[in-house]
């Protein structure tokens, strides 16, 4: 087998290794070009590839002609850099960043496939994303062929936000101006802009309790104090709100976040007229609008405001996919601009291929053609699970919030709220994914929160008939846990 | 034609803008469903629909079987929100909110179809976009049916994760673990995360002056404070770090931007000593390594590192398109967590189809074999470049940083700095877009910054033809300006 000449980049690579090593001191000088290439039996010209590259890089210096000399390289020992207390270096965070460190997501077990139901919410049933559809428009935008590839407006492409402009009109009432909506990657981007914009370290905020935890995390890792103001089955208790003061208030008023209740007019306007008392904005998270069964949609509570109130806040994740990252702000007019600004500083603008296919679906009508049949298959995911519950379960339960969205909350009368946990951990062993509400409540012994078990219980990525089993096994689960007194 | 009896919605509606207008007052009875049903010509249901509705929404009460009553709902006039200076009501924004309000992004003059030739830095010809390759990996990737849709992992798909740390290796001569690795929506989203975490309010920060404006503005909104430290023809003067403190340092070693000098190993060494020293984060933006075109990449500076001191930033903007949100941090495995738990926080993941998409890319070797045909394409944009300048402008113009890159530095011997706004006016006038470098620079008087108009040429998005036009006129326009006296 025949020796192959080393090329110029092995010529480099031996070179460099030899200078790390001390075979050529700084100042040294290196072989002539002319030499090594006589040497190695390579050309010249490989050689005086491989030096310009040392020479790039700062190994070696020589003006052209001059011979080739090894840099003043410093050297000496490297000191280690400072350890903290679990033995690892980290630079030093800001206090954001301990804040963020200190911060414990939601625990999400992956979903196994032994389960025989995994209420999780959030998901959705892969068999119900419109494939064909969103492939014919990915494929379509993915064909755009502007004339040169640049940054799109941070604040999101013009036909995607023309386009949402009149889908929320059709869809939700909602009258807005282009300029007002912002595009963002998934609510939770909304949300954070509003934390960052809105809210000053050691200022407080007004959150749902129980709510959506996500949102107190977000608000908190900004350094805000939550004000954990209780939630009915009417959705946050507005009366509650006086005497209290905050910038910044968030809420889910078309289907509060777990417990289900719309927020009926009286308590809207209250809210909005709390937020123009202290000057703040109301964050209404309108994240699973679509999803209606006896009642038909309830205009946003952005409808009802007058001022600069209200920053309406929507998304995808729950029409189409949460792996879709798109959700919008409608903003006051004169917050668009700092949150347009604040967009492009954070990312940009939202990525174009996804913007230019929903765009596409949301002009053919495909988008909302899509959110009909998706409601049908909801609402029987829906009727199948209240069955099973009545049918199984009976009035040992009282099922919440099934109004609307994608989920339930399922309280267990004869099981108390500090057996949770071992609820849902035999819940798991025994083949069925269920979710504990005592997470999403700040204060596990608020009088708010009843002394009963109570699961999330998201159905619209379980099929019927693995409701029916699941539910099954849910009753089998209450059996066994109400018969047997709770342990000392 | 026959009058359409009103729907449910219909008299949902009508009694909805009654009670609005007073015509029921709070407390009022609503006529009975039987009533209301007979009067309009519809079926009860429909009229029941209609109230249930109404009672939903909270504006009538009424228990199954009782006459529905109007709510008790605050009325009175609304007091208008405070306004501020400019006549729009603003809410209180927080200091962040206040910096951001403040923050001028850098102007991006709509590139006109009219222009001759735009050499807007940062733009790629759309003709180079792989389109096919993108569409058939964006359609596998669209094709991929999961069980259930859920959010992906924060820090990014294993896969793609997976696939970048074989492409670093193999490209960049990085090694690093997956976990390592976070994928995040383009560099700037790098850039903010690292600002956020690492960057206390009225910390400092050390940046190359010139600079990327994009990254000086994200940490200034974070409210760093800017320590200028000159960059010359071989990137920053790391000599003028001594006796300098600051968490974080920003960097571009491969090819500073704009002046597109590559860091001598000798300047890496000392960066990395003097971080090690103050326990500081050096970002190393590795942002267009990919194209070199009479030198070998050079390794990155993270190649160097020992301990926790660089974080590395990529992305493929440069590679691909500027509206592919992708770009990916490599942290200091201590860092990982945080920097996780932040992007969940952020915006939980990066979008999925295009993850997937990336991943079949460097898996095919595609993304590979593209860099190669757009390092050629450039390679003869750049020569075509180099060769009108020299022929048309010869020594009346010095160019720097043309070694690597999609842009140079263009000096004009004979126009004082302070005439460069015009210059750049003016060409746009006579059918060039062209950038001045003045803006780029922190202190326009700072001695660094030559008294010579300077412009950055990125040519990434211009044909050869092009080029040489806009070179033309470019030349024509240092005629004009050279024999033209400056205006007093």
Redesign the interface.
Known sequence: MAVRPLG??GI?SALKAQIGAGVYRPGAALPSTRALAAELGVSRTTVT?AY??LL????ISGRQGARARV?????GP?????R?G?G??????????ER??E?V?PA?PP?S?RLVA?F?Y?????AD?P?DI??RA??MA??R????????A?AGAQELRQALQAYLWRARSLRCEMDQIVI???S??GL?LCA?????PG?SFVIEDPCYG?AR??FA??GGIAIPVEADQ?GLRTDRLAGLAA?LAYVTPSHQYPLGG?????????L??WA??C???VIEDDYDSEYRY???P??PLYALA????IIYLGTVSKAL??????GYLVL????A??FT??K???????????QHALTILLESGAYERHVRRSRRRNAERRATLLAALSCRLGDRVTVAGA?AGLHVVVWFRDIAAAREPDFVALGRVKGIGVYPIGPLYMHADAAARPDMAGLVIGYA?VEPQEIERGVAILAELVGAFSTEPPQP
């Not at 840099?71 to 050297?75: E, H, L, N, S, Y």
């Not at 492009?344 to 996804?354: F, K, M, N, S, V």
């Open positions: 110029a980049r480099y590839a310009e590259q790039s890089e700062g190994f840099a003043a390289i410093p050297a490297r000191p280690e850099a400072a903290d679990a690892q270096a980290r630079p030093g965070l800001s206090r954001y960043g963020v460190a911060t997501l999400r979903s496939a995994d999780r959030g998901d959705l049933a892969a994303f494939s969103w492939k990915v494929t993915a064909r062929r502007p004339q040169r590839l640049s940054y799109d941070p963002v990657n998934g939770q981007q954070d960052r914009l809105l809210l000053e200022g996500m995390q977000v890792a900004a009417d910038r719309v927020m009926p007019v009286a308590r809207r306007l209250e909005l007229a123009r008392r000057s703040g904005c006896d009642i038909a309830v205009p007058e001022g600069n109130e996919s949460p792996t879709i990252r798109l006051p007019p004169a917050l601009p700092v600004t604040a492009a500083l954070a990312d940009r603008h939202a990525p174009g291929l996804e109004d990525s």
